[in-house]
């Protein structure tokens, strides 16, 4: 094993006191589960790219320790589940991608200019999302993020024991949008640009897209009782988006597991007919975008392919 306080000291900033708590606590989650912590170090260590994404992200070691991703997860579920996520990236990206990914970078997949800044559409890690997902879809307009998804790719939870014994799977942990006025005005400016189309449903389309790339076959995501924070339970704990309302909207349904719902891989479209008349042209130009959005991401996706 790894110093396991080295490693530590590179997740919390000790010098403040609540960082400095999580530390100990680290420490001694690793003490007393040292079996299952040597069996995380072992994995990274096995493979020369696994070990570069573990010096890049030591959050790695701290992810599987703690009640995160979805409710009522785990230690050992959660050590499958990275194991399970982090041979999928290896598998389908090239490592370079890994690396910008897991070093904070992002790696654009789609971008346009709005307002005289740069929109675009990135996968990315950022270590404060490190509770719901252990990579985002990000839609950034300037330095400023709007929306992310957080999500892991794997086989477990299993949803659909048949399914997920099978398949590639995208893990949806939660949603994440703007706070502030200013931030929801530039997203009422931002759905008129996209016309009319809600920058919630552009981000989980991008998702989508990229999971298509990737040859997912089926896509979760948590529902309200489902969202890890459910772990520790206050009376003033409120999630400021129904989830559960949100999927159904996308066309989700209840999966066996209520922690869970299962989203189409790809969203259902109006026809012609379904569309009234006087808003055919905008409706035209919404799916014009869509499909350039599309295309950007297939391409990118096949580049960054190994």
């Known amino acids: 094993m790894k110093n396991i306080a080295e490693i530590g000291k590179k997740i919390y900033r000790v010098n403040y006191h609540k960082e400095l708590k999580r530390y100990i606590y680290f420490r001694l989650r690793a003490f007393f589960n040292g079996a299952r912590m040597d069996r995380i170090d072992n994995y990274y260590h096995q493979d020369p790219v696994r070990e570069k994404i573990a010096d890049l992200c030591p959050f790695v070691y701290e992810q599987p320790q703690r009640a995160f991703f979805y409710n009522k997860s785990t230690f050992d579920e959660r050590i499958q589940l990275m ?4 041979d999928a990236m290896v598998d389908f990206f090239r490592p370079e991608t890994i690396y910008d990914i897991y070093s904070g970078k992002e790696t654009v997949l789609w971008k346009t200019e709005f307002e005289e800044q740069a929109l675009r559409l990135s996968l990315a890690f950022h270590p404060g999302q490190r509770k719901e997902g252990a990579a985002s879809m990000v839609l950034r307009l300037g ?17 659909d024991k048949a ?12 949603m994440q949008g703007p706070n502030g006025e200013e931030p929801k005005e530039i997203i009422k400016r931002l759905t008129k640009f996209c016309h009319g189309y809600r920058t919630k449903n552009l981000i989980l389309y991008a998702a989508q897209a990229a999971a ?19 772990n520790h339970v206050r009376f003033d704990r409120k999630l400021k988006t129904s989830f559960d309302d949100f999927w159904q909207e996308a066309g989700g349904s209840q ?10 891989l790809r ?28 295309e950007a991401i297939e391409t990118k996706m096949a580049e960054l392919k190994k």
Not at 83 to 86: D, F, Q, R, T
């Open 83 to 86: 194991e399970e996520h982090m």
């Open 143 to 159: 330095e400023r993020y709007l929306y992310q998804i957080m999500f892991w790719l794997g086989k477990t939870p299993a949803v």
């Open 163 to 174: 399914a997920a014994a099978s398949s590639r799977n995208l893990y949806i942990g939660a």
């Open 212 to 230: 298509r790339s990737m040859g997912v076959e089926h896509i979760y995501a948590v529902t309200n009782s489902g969202y890890y924070a459910m």
């Open 255 to 264: 999966a066996a597991d209520s922690r869970f719902y299962e989203l189409p």
């Open 267 to 294: 969203e259902a479209r109006k026809s012609a007919e379904e569309i009234p008349t006087r808003k055919r042209a905008v409706y035209r130009r919404r799916f014009a975008l869509l499909d350039e959005i599309d």
